[in-house]
Protein backbone atom coordinates (compact mmCIF):
# COMPACT_ATOMS: atom_id res chain seq x y z
CA UNK A 1 0.00 0.00 0.00
CA UNK A 2 1.03 3.35 -1.05
CA UNK A 3 1.87 6.23 1.72
CA UNK A 4 -0.74 8.74 1.44
CA UNK A 5 1.59 11.23 3.00
CA UNK A 6 5.17 12.95 1.71
CA UNK A 7 8.39 12.66 3.60
CA UNK A 8 11.16 14.30 2.06
CA UNK A 9 14.37 11.75 1.50
CA UNK A 10 16.69 12.74 4.82
CA UNK A 11 13.39 13.01 7.19
CA UNK A 12 13.37 9.90 9.89
CA UNK A 13 9.82 8.62 10.90
CA UNK A 14 10.10 6.23 13.65
CA UNK A 15 7.62 3.44 14.26
CA UNK A 16 4.43 3.70 15.38
CA UNK A 17 3.03 6.51 14.22
CA UNK A 18 0.17 7.90 12.21
CA UNK A 19 0.52 9.85 9.49
CA UNK A 20 -2.76 11.68 7.49
CA UNK A 21 -3.66 11.75 4.23
CA UNK A 22 -1.45 15.00 2.56
CA UNK A 23 0.71 15.68 5.44
CA UNK A 24 4.30 17.05 4.31
CA UNK A 25 7.38 16.20 6.56
CA UNK A 26 10.38 18.03 5.13
CA UNK A 27 14.37 17.89 4.87
CA UNK A 28 16.02 16.69 8.42
CA UNK A 29 12.86 16.26 10.11
CA UNK A 30 12.39 13.32 13.15
CA UNK A 31 9.02 12.12 13.71
CA UNK A 32 9.48 10.12 16.82
CA UNK A 33 7.44 6.98 17.96
CA UNK A 34 3.91 6.70 18.83
CA UNK A 35 2.85 10.42 17.34
CA UNK A 36 -0.10 10.74 15.25
CA UNK A 37 -0.03 13.68 12.92
CA UNK A 38 -3.62 14.88 11.11
CA UNK A 39 -4.65 15.27 7.52
CA UNK A 40 -2.92 18.01 5.60
CA UNK A 41 -0.10 19.29 7.92
CA UNK A 42 3.40 20.76 7.06
CA UNK A 43 6.30 20.05 8.81
CA UNK A 44 9.16 22.31 7.65
CA UNK A 45 13.03 21.92 7.62
CA UNK A 46 14.96 20.60 11.32
CA UNK A 47 11.21 19.80 12.98
CA UNK A 48 11.69 17.38 15.64
CA UNK A 49 8.20 15.59 17.03
CA UNK A 50 8.92 13.73 20.10
CA UNK A 51 7.13 10.40 21.26
CA UNK A 52 3.67 10.67 21.96
CA UNK A 53 2.82 14.03 20.64
CA UNK A 54 -0.56 15.10 18.84
CA UNK A 55 -0.96 17.40 15.92
CA UNK A 56 -4.35 17.66 14.78
CA UNK A 57 -5.41 18.40 10.92
CA UNK A 58 -3.62 21.37 8.71
CA UNK A 59 -1.14 22.10 11.23
CA UNK A 60 1.59 24.10 10.17
CA UNK A 61 5.47 23.95 11.85
CA UNK A 62 7.55 26.25 10.82
CA UNK A 63 11.56 25.39 10.19
CA UNK A 64 13.74 24.18 13.55
CA UNK A 65 10.69 23.73 15.92
CA UNK A 66 10.90 21.11 18.58
CA UNK A 67 7.44 19.83 19.83
CA UNK A 68 8.21 18.00 23.13
CA UNK A 69 6.48 15.38 24.58
CA UNK A 70 3.58 16.25 26.37
CA UNK A 71 2.40 19.35 23.69
CA UNK A 72 -1.24 18.61 21.85
CA UNK A 73 -1.72 20.85 18.61
CA UNK A 74 -5.01 20.89 17.87
CA UNK A 75 -6.31 21.80 14.13
CA UNK A 76 -5.14 24.52 11.90
CA UNK A 77 -2.25 25.49 14.61
CA UNK A 78 0.49 27.82 13.08
CA UNK A 79 3.90 27.72 14.80
CA UNK A 80 6.24 29.93 13.27
CA UNK A 81 9.74 29.33 12.72
CA UNK A 82 12.24 28.37 15.90
CA UNK A 83 9.20 28.73 18.27
CA UNK A 84 10.33 26.92 21.66
CA UNK A 85 8.55 24.38 24.02
CA UNK A 86 9.52 23.30 27.09
CA UNK A 87 8.33 20.30 28.89
CA UNK A 88 9.93 20.16 32.27
CA UNK A 89 9.45 23.33 34.69
CA UNK A 90 13.18 22.64 36.46
CA UNK A 91 15.04 21.05 33.99
CA UNK A 92 18.56 19.59 35.61
CA UNK A 93 20.94 17.31 33.23
CA UNK A 94 21.59 14.79 36.36
CA UNK A 95 18.35 14.55 37.60
CA UNK A 96 15.72 12.51 35.18
CA UNK A 97 12.16 14.39 35.26
CA UNK A 98 10.94 12.01 32.21
CA UNK A 99 7.74 10.87 35.15
CA UNK A 100 7.18 15.27 35.27
CA UNK A 101 6.33 16.32 31.81
CA UNK A 102 4.00 18.95 32.09
CA UNK A 103 1.12 19.63 29.15
CA UNK A 104 0.89 21.96 27.08
CA UNK A 105 -2.42 22.16 24.38
CA UNK A 106 -2.16 24.43 21.70
CA UNK A 107 -6.07 25.35 20.86
CA UNK A 108 -7.66 25.47 17.24
CA UNK A 109 -6.24 27.91 15.23
CA UNK A 110 -4.11 29.47 17.02
CA UNK A 111 -1.13 31.15 16.03
CA UNK A 112 2.82 31.49 17.62
CA UNK A 113 5.02 33.62 16.40
CA UNK A 114 8.67 33.16 15.24
CA UNK A 115 11.66 32.98 18.42
CA UNK A 116 8.53 32.77 21.02
CA UNK A 117 8.56 30.23 24.22
CA UNK A 118 5.92 28.70 25.87
CA UNK A 119 6.65 27.22 29.34
CA UNK A 120 4.81 24.16 29.55
CA UNK A 121 1.80 23.87 31.40
CA UNK A 122 0.23 26.43 29.90
CA UNK A 123 -2.46 25.78 27.32
CA UNK A 124 -2.63 28.19 24.48
CA UNK A 125 -6.41 29.19 24.07
CA UNK A 126 -8.59 28.68 20.31
CA UNK A 127 -7.21 31.59 17.77
CA UNK A 128 -5.02 33.01 20.45
CA UNK A 129 -2.17 34.47 18.33
CA UNK A 130 1.77 34.96 20.35
CA UNK A 131 3.81 37.73 18.79
CA UNK A 132 7.12 37.07 17.82
CA UNK A 133 9.24 36.62 20.79
CA UNK A 134 7.07 36.64 23.37
CA UNK A 135 7.76 34.13 26.46
CA UNK A 136 3.92 32.93 27.54
CA UNK A 137 4.06 31.92 31.60
CA UNK A 138 0.42 31.51 32.14
CA UNK A 139 -2.34 30.24 30.58
CA UNK A 140 -3.79 32.28 26.95
CA UNK A 141 -7.75 33.02 26.98
CA UNK A 142 -9.45 32.35 23.40
CA UNK A 143 -8.75 35.04 21.03
CA UNK A 144 -5.91 36.91 22.73
CA UNK A 145 -3.27 38.81 21.35
CA UNK A 146 0.31 38.13 23.73
CA UNK A 147 3.37 39.66 23.40
CA UNK A 148 6.77 40.72 24.98
CA UNK A 149 8.53 39.09 27.69
CA UNK A 150 6.74 37.45 29.89
CA UNK A 151 4.16 38.34 27.72
CA UNK A 152 1.12 40.21 28.25
CA UNK A 153 -2.04 40.78 26.80
CA UNK A 154 -2.19 43.53 23.96
CA UNK A 155 -5.58 43.13 22.72
CA UNK A 156 -7.87 40.18 21.01
CA UNK A 157 -7.43 38.69 17.61
CA UNK A 158 -10.16 37.68 15.45
CA UNK A 159 -10.18 34.09 13.49
CA UNK A 160 -8.60 35.63 10.70
CA UNK A 161 -6.03 37.10 12.40
CA UNK A 162 -6.97 40.79 12.56
CA UNK A 163 -7.06 42.93 15.91
CA UNK A 164 -10.39 43.27 16.48
CA UNK A 165 -11.63 46.96 18.13
CA UNK A 166 -14.38 46.94 20.49
CA UNK A 167 -17.02 49.03 20.69
CA UNK A 168 -18.99 50.57 23.29
CA UNK A 169 -21.50 47.84 23.73
CA UNK A 170 -18.77 45.49 23.15
CA UNK A 171 -18.94 44.66 19.63
CA UNK A 172 -16.06 44.14 17.21
CA UNK A 173 -15.87 43.32 13.82
CA UNK A 174 -13.24 41.90 11.67
CA UNK A 175 -12.28 44.17 8.87
CA UNK A 176 -11.66 40.76 6.47
CA UNK A 177 -13.97 38.47 7.05
CA UNK A 178 -17.17 40.93 8.51
CA UNK A 179 -17.85 38.28 11.43
CA UNK A 180 -18.40 39.78 14.80
CA UNK A 181 -17.54 39.21 18.29
CA UNK A 182 -18.06 40.37 21.70
CA UNK A 183 -16.62 41.16 24.29
CA UNK A 184 -18.21 40.42 28.07
CA UNK A 185 -16.74 39.52 31.29
CA UNK A 186 -12.66 39.35 30.17
CA UNK A 187 -13.81 37.25 27.15
CA UNK A 188 -14.39 37.07 23.60
CA UNK A 189 -16.71 34.80 21.53
CA UNK A 190 -17.66 34.55 18.19
CA UNK A 191 -21.44 36.34 17.48
CA UNK A 192 -23.02 33.48 14.58
Known amino acids: MEKEYFAHETAIIDEGCTIGKGTKIWHFSHVMSNCTLGENCNLGQNVVVSPGCIL ?3 VKVQNNVSIYTGVICEDD ?10 NVTNPRSAINRKSEYAKTTVKKGATIGANSTIVCGHDIGEFAFIGAGAVVTKNVPAYALLVGNPARQLGWMSEYGHRLVFD ?9 SKEKYKLENGSVTKIS
Open 56 to 58: GKN
Open 77 to 86: VFLGPSMVFT
Open 168 to 176: KEGIAICEE
